[in-house]
């Protein structure tokens, strides 16, 4: 069954520090990618999505991922956070026309 | 402004009465999904739709009912079967219902159970 992990549920980050949010995903095929954020209390928007092609992807808010077929991994970065970053991020591969998302890692941004 | 509503933003309700959430969108999707969402679990889906008249169960439908009478609509009932209502519910809606498409999401809606 296809899966998602993102093993960190929580992060802290200073300012103006780079970012990583690692995802993990079980599946045999390229699958399509996408990282979601959601901002307390609010609905979830989309950063970024991979379907194929070049394994780097570029996404909204500076934000980018690299898929790696050899890790099954398709982590997030962002080079300089600011504190408006702070929020919940999601990692999601599509089924079977669905999208099953990752549990989630909360983004804490030190001042 | 094309988008995504969900209202009422906070709902209670006492245990053992049935609650329907709104969801509207005009952006002229034809699809649209429920999820669930509680604390360390990420969003699970309930029910989608990727046509009028058409839906279907997704991995945790029980305890809960839709209809989608119209394109831009697609209500969601809380049932008192559901065992354990109390959550944040999410609408979304995409273009056509294709995995590849990007889903848009409204706010949400916070339904606590008493």
């Known amino acids: 069954a296809q899966s998602v992990t993102q093993p960190d549920i929580h992060i802290t980050v200073s300012e103006g520090a780079s970012l990583e949010l690692r995802c993990n995903y079980s599946y045999g095929a390229t699958p399509y990618l996408f990282w979601y954020v959601q901002s307390p209390g609010q609905g979830l928007q989309l950063l970024l999505k991979?379907?194929?092609?070049?394994?780097l992807v570029q996404g909204i808010k500076g934000f980018e991922a690299e898929f790696k077929r050899s890790q099954s991994s398709f982590n997030l970065r962002k080079p300089s956070v600011h504190w408006s970053d702070a929020a919940e991020y999601f990692c999601a591969v599509e089924r079977d026309d669905k999208i099953i998302f990752g549990k989630g890692t909360r983004l804490h941004i030190l001042p | 402004d094309g988008g995504i509503t969900q209202s009422p933003k906070y709902l209670f309700r006492k245990e053992g009465q049935n609650v329907t959430l709104s969801c509207e969108q005009n952006?002229?999707?034809?699809?649209m999904y429920w999820y669930r969402q509680d604390p360390g679990q990420g969003l699970r889906l309930i029910y989608y739709?990727?046509?009028?008249?058409?839906?279907q169960k997704g991995d945790i439908a029980e305890g809960y009912s839709v209809s989608r009478e119209k394109k831009e609509s697609f209500p969601l009932t809380v049932t008192s079967a559901q065992k354990n209502p109390t959550a944040f519910y999410l609408c979304a809606s995409s273009t056509s219902g294709s995995g590849a498409d990007t889903q848009y999401f409204g706010p949400g809606t916070r339904l606590t159970v008493l």
């Open positions: 739709s990727q046509i009028v008249n058409d839906f």
């Open positions: 991979y379907f194929s092609g070049d394994t």
């Open positions: 952006l002229n999707h034809d699809a």
